[in-house]
């Protein structure tokens, strides 16, 4: 009996590139607060989008909870911040696999380009306080050596005079760069620094049998894992 046929279909592209992801320093900004199927996100100083700043699928869709003008411009009162410099990393989403795909990709280079005055400016609905009470979350931020007090956003619409946006380093159904590679195994290797392993692991396998719901099933699963352990897996 065959267990796994090889997969012949991809939803998107699987592109993989060498290069760092590009890095965009945008001056007198403007940050509209998070507000799910609204328009928010981090805008120009001529009311367009930062591009560089939403996570895209397949290159094209807008997320979901994220709609944009449709005049391609916007004209709020806003608030003024001036007094200090930010490093944009969009919203943080907690779902574990989105976490891993559209928010962790966008830190590939914050311990070279964060200094000890500069914020985090981030959307979405969860708290500083919230976030960190995350035990995964809280986890790989304080592996990359960032504390709660690095982390910001606002609540009204603020006009920020300096903002450094690093491109994510994975686009879902899209591409890859390697530099997000590096940065979860080095993540990896500071978590398992202190951790007495008796046993090389040369493979892990995520399973999804035990999930109450999901987006992508593997249909016979429950067999595979079977499998798996019979042969000591």
Request: charged letters at 25%.
């Given at each position: ?32 607060p ?32 994220q ?19 930010y490093?944009y ?72 005079k ?11 159904q ?60």
């Amino acid at each position: 009996m065959t267990l796994l046929q090889r997969c012949t279909l991809l939803w998107g592209s699987a592109d993989l590139y060498d290069d760092d992801p590009h890095v965009r320093v945008v001056d007198n900004c403007v940050y509209l607060p998070y507000s799910h199927g609204n328009v928010w996100g981090l805008f120009s100083s001529d009311g367009k989008p930062v591009l560089e700043a939403i996570d895209f699928r397949e290159g094209v869709h807008v997320p979901g909870d994220q709609r944009l003008p449709d005049e391609g411009r916007i004209d709020l009162a806003v608030t003024e911040r001036s007094d200090t410099s930010y490093i944009y990393i969009g919203r943080i989403n907690f779902h574990y696999g989105h976490f891993l795909v559209n928010t962790l990709p966008r830190f590939w280079n914050i311990t070279k380009i964060k200094s000890p005055n500069t914020k985090i400016l981030f959307h979405g609905p969860m708290s500083v306080e919230q976030i960190f009470s995350t035990p995964y979350v809280k986890t790989i931020f304080s592996m990359l050596g960032l504390r709660p007090e690095d982390f910001v956003k606002f609540a009204i619409p603020t006009k920020i005079k300096h903002v450094v946006v690093p491109k994510t380093s994975f686009e879902e159904q899209r591409a890859g760069f390697y530099t997000y590679k590096s940065l979860c195994s080095d993540i990896g290797r500071r978590i398992l620094h202190n951790k007495d392993l008796s046993t090389r692991i040369d493979t892990l396998y995520y399973s999804k049998t035990r999930l109450k719901s999901a987006v992508g099933i593997i249909k016979n699963e429950a067999e595979l894992e079977e499998y798996m352990r019979e042969k000591g897996q």
